[in-house]
């Protein structure tokens, strides 16, 4: 994603892009973030995440505590008016914006 790459001075206002290859494993459900190393950027690059389980937040709107109830059970963890759960295959699509959590 592009970042402000002045350095935090002032700088000259130049961006410029990070790349990181996501993989999902199916086996485990697990993730993996890299970072490919960009020349004379400052960054080298390499594991941006660690291979993990990681959750995806889902914000609702009004819900009502019966309803978050038969939510629960299913994987689902509901805290106020967010529910969370594990990342899954359909979360990656082209185009995706994911958060890990």
């Known amino acids: 994603y592009p970042e402000d790459g ?19 494993f199916l086996r485990d459900g697990t993730v993996s973030v890299f970072e490919a190393p960009v020349p004379n950027s400052g960054r080298s690059g390499g594991t941006f995440l660690m291979r993990m389980r990681y959750k995806r937040h889902l914000p609702v709107a009004n819900l009502s505590e019966e309803k978050e109830e038969q939510l629960t059970p299913g994987g689902l963890a509901a805290s106020r008016n967010l529910l969370s759960r594990w990342l899954r295959p359909s979360d990656f699509y082209e185009g995706a914006q994911v958060t890990f959590e």
Request: zero cysteines; charged letters at 15%; hydrophobic letters at 20%.
């Open 6 to 24: 002045g350095g935090g001075g002032g700088g000259s206002g130049d961006s410029f892009r990070r790349t990181f290859v996501v993989n999902y």
